[in-house]
């Protein structure tokens, strides 16, 4: 079956660059999600889009933006990087209400 | 809002063993109930979810747990346990109502199943 991808998978970036992080749902999901995770951390919820409009928004820092296209595929920008912004990154899809699908997550580093 | 509790940061067994994964939650409003597990350097795998019906759900390798409303748990178990369930576990919390799904985590509890 069909999963979420993630692109790219490591990225390394220096402070005050810019990343562009993307996610394709699983197709027929209408809804993506975007967490963030810490060293040893729990994931935090980022940002949701419904079709293709923001559905909800959670502690994202206002360096980052981020959008859901036609085709329903997302991504997430990040300016102003920071150290502390070295994360996995993680995107999940469902189908309205449905279970959450995560994709295999894009581990940014920050130096 | 959601919040979940985790009450085990690290739980350490032997195979063949079973164990008990512990989450507790809280909310105001009903909710949806999910176990992930996460595998060193991977993503996130859905095994089980509790949306409504049967309190005792069934999950991938041989997971199950059980909602349990008055007590606000979804403790996570197996009742025999393998090497290759080594990994962190993750109990989250999703409202079950309106237009929003997002999920809140717990901490994360680490099994470690020793030979």
């Known amino acids: 079956a069909a999963g979420v991808i993630q692109s790219p998978r490591h990225l390394i970036k220096e402070k005050r660059e810019t990343a562009t992080l993307k996610c394709y749902p699983i197709?027929?999901?209408?809804?993506v999600y975007w967490y963030q995770q810490g060293p040893g951390q729990d994931p935090q919820f980022l940002i949701s889009?419904?079709?293709?409009?923001?559905?909800d928004k959670g502690s994202i820092p206002d360096r980052f933006s981020a959008q859901q296209f036609s085709d329903y595929h997302s991504e997430l920008n990040m300016s102003s990087l920071e150290l502390g912004d070295s994360a996995l990154y993680f995107c999940a899809s469902s189908s309205t209400g449905g279970t959450q699908y995560f994709g295999p997550g894009t581990r940014l580093l920050v130096l | 809002a959601q919040s979940v509790t985790q009450l085990d940061s690290q739980v350490p067994v032997f195979e063949e063993a079973p164990v008990e994964l512990r989450c507790n939650y809280s909310?105001?409003?009903?909710?949806?109930l999910f176990w992930y597990v996460q595998y060193p350097n991977q993503g996130l795998q859905l095994l089980l979810k509790y949306l409504s019906g049967s309190t005792l759900v069934k999950g991938i390798n041989g997971f199950e747990a059980e909602f349990n409303k008055s007590q606000t748990s979804f403790h996570l178990r197996k009742p025999s346990v393998h090497i290759s369930d080594t990994a962190e576990y993750f109990c989250?919390?999703?409202?079950?109502?309106?237009?929003?799904?997002?999920?809140?985590f717990g901490k994360g509890t680490l099994l470690t199943v020793n030979p």
């Open positions: 889009f419904y079709e293709k409009m923001q559905s």
């Open positions: 989250a919390v999703s409202k079950s109502g309106g237009s929003n799904y997002k999920l809140t």
């Open positions: 197709p027929r999901h209408d809804t």
């Open positions: 909310s105001s409003v009903s909710v949806y």
